[in-house]
C-alpha cells in the first residue's frame, strides 16, 4: 500500500503532466497498473518506484508511469450517434459555405489507437468520395500512437463496432487474430503526439475537433484549459464534439450548444446557424 505522501506525489505529477485527476477513489489502480511499471524497470515494488519518482525521477520512468495510469479505452464508431450527425448535419453544413478547395480538417484528439479517426475516414470514403479531406488524430502517449499509425488490430478490436462489411471493405487479414488497416484509410489519416496541455498551432485549424470520453478524467481548471486551447484551433464556423458524460457549461465560454443535440458545440463566435 503506497503511502498518501506518495500518493499526493502521483496525484501531481499526473495532474501536471497529463491533465488527468486521481481522485482517492482510484487508488485501488495505483498498485495493479504500476506494478508491471516496477518490474520493467528492474524495481521490487510499486512502493520503490513511488521512491525513485521521488528521489530519482528520469523522463523514462515519469513517462511510464503516465502511460500506465492514463486510459485508452476505444472502439470503432463508439456510441454511433456522433459520427452520424457529422455525416448527415455537420460536413453538409461546412460544405454549403465552404469557398474555395481548401480541404475539410478534422481532429481526433486523444485519439487512443485510433479507432475514432479511422471510423471517420471510412464514413469519409463512404459518403463524400473525392471530396478533399485531412484527418489527424492526437494522444499523450507515444506507443499509443505508434500502434495507431501501423493500423493493426486484434480479432477483437475489430469486432467491436465494425460490421462484417465494413471489416472486409477496409481490412485485410494478417492472420486468424489480427487485421490490418487498408493503405487507402492509411493514407488519409495523419497520427502525431501531442498533450492536450499543450499548444497545438503547430497543427494549424480544424473545421471539427472530436476530443470525446477524456475530459472526464480532469478536474475542472484543467477542463477549461484543454477546451480553450482547442477553441484557438478551430474555424469560426467549426464544430466540436465532446463525449455524452461531458459538458462546457459552467466550464468555459468560449464554446455553446448545437442545439438539442447532445455532445456537440460551436464556437462562441460561430456565424453557422444550422444544429
Not at 500506465?68 to 454511433?80: G, N, P
Not at 480553450?228 to 459538458?247: C, K, N, V, Y
Amino acid at each position: 500500500m503506497i503511502s498518501s505522501v506518495d500518493f499526493l506525489s502521483l496525484q501531481k505529477l499526473l495532474l501536471e503532466r497529463s491533465g488527468m485527476a486521481l481522485t482517492s477513489d482510484k487508488l485501488y489502480l495505483v498498485a495493479s497498473r504500476l506494478a508491471p511499471v516496477a518490474q520493467k524497470l528492474g524495481l521490487k515494488s510499486v512502493i520503490e518506484l513511488m521512491a525513485a519518482l521521488r528521489e530519482r525521477p528520469r523522463e523514462e520512468m515519469i513517462n511510464a508511469v503516465i502511460e500506465a495510469m492514463v486510459t485508452h479505452e476505444s472502439l470503432f464508431f463508439r456510441d454511433e450517434r456522433p459520427f452520424e450527425h457529422l455525416t448527415h448535419v455537420v460536413i453538409p453544413d461546412i460544405l454549403s459555405h465552404r469557398l474555395g478547395m481548401r480541404p475539410i480538417r478534422i481532429w481526433s484528439a486523444a485519439c487512443s489507437s485510433g479507432q475514432e479517426a479511422y471510423s471517420i475516414a471510412m464514413l469519409i470514403h463512404e459518403r463524400f468520395p473525392g471530396m478533399q479531406f485531412e484527418i489527424l488524430g492526437t494522444d499523450i502517449s507515444a506507443p499509443i500512437v505508434a500502434k495507431a499509425r501501423a493500423g493493426v488490430y486484434s480479432a477483437f478490436e475489430v469486432k467491436r463496432g465494425l460490421t462484417p462489411e465494413r471489416l472486409g471493405r477496409f481490412f485485410r487479414i494478417v492472420d486468424a487474430q489480427t487485421y490490418a488497416i487498408s493503405d487507402t484509410l492509411r493514407r488519409m489519416v495523419r497520427f502525431e503526439t501531442h498533450n492536450l496541455l499543450q499548444s497545438a498551432l503547430r497543427f494549424g485549424f480544424f473545421d471539427v475537433v472530436f476530443c470525446r470520453n477524456v475530459l472526464i478524467y480532469f478536474d475542472a481548471p484543467t477542463k477549461m484549459r484543454v477546451l480553450e486551447l482547442i477553441a484557438r484551433q478551430m474555424d469560426p464556423d467549426g464544430w466540436l464534439f465532446l463525449g455524452s458524460a461531458d459538458t462546457v457549461v459552467g466550464v468555459t465560454d468560449k464554446f455553446v450548444g448545437a442545439g438539442q443535440e447532445r455532445g456537440v458545440y460551436r464556437p462562441a463566435f460561430s456565424t453557422s446557424k444550422v444544429a
